[in-house]
C-alpha cells in the first residue's frame, strides 16, 4: 500500500557522518551538556538517543523538569541525527511540543532524520521521562539542522 | 530496549472518534476541500491518509504543487488523525518544513496521533508527491489539534 | 534602554531585492494564487501586505474561512518580504497559529523581515479577517525562506 | 491604512496577571532559572523582557551560547509575558529560530503577548547577544502559552 512508503529513509549523500566517538569527545567538550550531564547511548545511520539525569537543578518550582531541558534533549537529538549522517551541522530551527510534566530517574530522548537534502537535514525526536522502568513521552519536535558545509 | 518504546502510541480515553462517514460528510460539506478534490483514504485509530490529485489550479509560477497545498494536506492528516480518535476538534497551530518541489500526479498525506492529552491531540504528518508510481516526500508536519469539548 | 533596540530591522546586504512589478507579475503566473484571488497591497523594504478576498470556494464547514488559505496568506507574507529586500527565495518551513475563526469580507496579512543571514530570511506575519471594517487577527506565523542564490 | 492595525494588542479579560513581585519569587524558587542566572528586567501588560549573563557553563564547544539557553530566554520570555497578563500558564510549545551565533556578555530576551484568548496566549519573543554595549538578534520564537485555570 503506498502510504506504507517509508518517510524517514534518509539519502544517501557524498557527505560522512561524524564517527561516535568524535561527537562524544564534543559532547565532552560542550560545558552546557556537561552541566547538564547528557550521555550517549544509540548512535547511528541517522538515528541518535541520549539521556540526561533528572537532578534537582534541572527543575522548576513546581518539580517538574524544566522546558528548557527538555528542549536541550529534543535540539540534541536531532543535531546528533543529522551528524551522524552528514557530518558537521548547526541547528537552525526547530519547534517543541511540552506534551506532559516530566518528572523520574531521567529523560531519554530519540531523534531520527526524516531526509537529508542538499542544504539541511529535517529531524524530528521524542522525549520520554523513565520513571520506575516506564517511559513516557513528555515532549515532540521537529528541526531543521543545517550543513555547515553543504 | 528503553529506546524501542513505541511514542506514537495514542493513550485511549473516554471520547469516541468521529466515524468515517460522518468525516466524508464533513469533507464533502467543506467547499475547500472539495475545490481541492481531497479524498479520505485510510481512516482510524489515529491514523489517516489522503490524497489531493495535482491539477494546474493548485501550481505555483515554477509548475510545483504550492505551499499552501501541501499545508492543507498535513493540516487535514493531523486534524483528522485527531477526529478519528477524539471527535470534533480544531487545528490549534502547526509547523510545517517543506522538503522538496512537488510534482507528480497527486499528493499523498499520512498523519498520526502522537499523544492525546485532556485539552489537545499531538500529531504530526508526512506529505508525498506520487510520480510514476513512486512515492517521494515533499513535506512533514508537527501539528497541535485542539478538542472542542474537552 | 537596551531592550528598545529595533529586532525587525532587516540586515542590509549585496542582493537585490525583487521588483514589484515582477513579484506583481509572478503572482499572475502563480494559478493557485490567481485561484484565490490574492492581491498585493504595499510592497517594499522588507515589508508587505496582501488581501485574499473571502468567498464560498475558501470556506470549511463551519462558514470559516480554511485554515490553508490563512496559511497561504501567512507563507505569501513572509516570502514576499523576504524576496522585497534579497531577490529569488523559496519557503523553506513556517508555524502558523490559527488563532480565531475568520468571517468576513476579505483576509489581510502582513509579513516582516526579522533578519536575513548568509543563507537564508526570517520573516513574521499576521493575518487579519476584515468586517465591517475593523480588522481583527486570525493567524500569526514564523518563517524561514531560503535564498536561492546565496 | 489598515494594515497598520496594531496585531499585538492584548485582549483585555477577567483574568488578572501574576503581580512581579509573586514571578520574581517564583523565578527564584526555580533551580533551573537559578543555574542559569535569570534576571527579570521589565514586567507588565503582557511585555517582559529578561537576561541571563554569559558564563563558561553555559557553552557549547565552538565558544557559544548553547541553543538550549536561548530557548530558556525564549520560552521564559513568552511564558512571562501570558503570564503578566492573564495569571498562571504553562508553555504548550514553541517554535525558535537561532539566527547567529550568540557571544559577549549576556543574552537579553524581550517577550510580548500577541493575542490572549479563551484557553490560550499567542506570544513571541526575540532573543539578543549584549556585546561592548551592543544587542545583536540571535534568536526569536513563536510560543503557544496555556491558561491553567481558562
Known sequence: LIVDTAPTKPQQSAATGIPREALEQGIRDTPFAALLGAQLLDYGDGKVSLSVPVVPQVLQHHGFVHGAVIGFLADSACAWAA????????????????????????????????????????????????????????GTALATIAKLRP
Do not use: H, M
Not at 523520574?104 to 522502568?133: M, N, P, Y
Open 83 to 138: 551528524a551522524s549522517l552528514v557530518g558537521d551541522v548547526v541547528t537552525s530551527e526547530y519547534k517543541l511540543n511540552l506534551i506532559a510534566p516530566a518528572t523520574g530517574s531521567r529523560l531519554v530522548a530519540r531523534g531520527e532524520v526524516i531526509k537529508s537534502t542538499a542544504r539541511q537535514v529535517i529531524c524530528r525526536a521524542d522525549v520520554f521521562a523513565e520513571k520506575d522502568g516506564t517511559l513516557r513521552i513528555v
